[in-house]
């Protein structure tokens, strides 16, 4: 299969910010191991961070009228709480999308337990660190 990990908001600094919610390692180093992961499975990954929500939006057009991935895994990151027009995004294509966070958000702040985007997703995994990612590649193919 070929997947799409699509990061949204903040993400860039994972590894050096909140580093005892989002853990030590970059996310360079866990595209390395998600690369690494997906070959040792057969499949291929693609990565794609913003801070800009618009480009999220055209790089989930993008994927689905290019038909370039399988499926979608999206860590929307504070756009998850608020983002209709990614909810709407993530709506109007046909490739599954996994939303996937690194903390588990329903043990932080009140207003992280509300995600616009979980009912247009396939899937929500949550809590696990990096590892999320990876669990959600594994459900997707399952």
Do not use: W
């Not at 290019?66 to 983002?83: L, M, P, W």
């Not at 979980?118 to 929500?124: D, E, F, L, P, Y």
């Amino acid at each position: 299969m070929k997947f799409l990990v699509l990061n949204g908001v903040n993400l860039n600094l994972t590894g050096l910010r909140e580093k005892s919610v989002y853990g030590t390692k970059t996310l360079d180093e866990i595209n390395a191991e998600l690369t690494a992961f997906c070959k040792a499975n057969g499949d291929e990954v693609t990565f794609y961070q913003s801070n800009i929500e618009g480009e999220l939006v055209n790089k989930l057009h993008e994927v689905f009228l290019q038909k370039s991935c399988d499926a979608v895994i999206f860590n929307a990151g504070a756009f998850t709480h608020y983002s209709y027009a990614l909810r709407d995004a993530i709506a109007a294509i046909d490739i599954p999308v996994v939303e996937v966070h690194m903390s588990n958000v329903h043990a932080r702040e009140e207003f992280r337990h509300i995600s616009v985007l979980s009912s247009v997703c396939k899937g929500v995994i949550c809590g696990f660190g990096a590892n999320s990612y990876k669990a959600a590649i594994f459900a997707v193919k399952a």
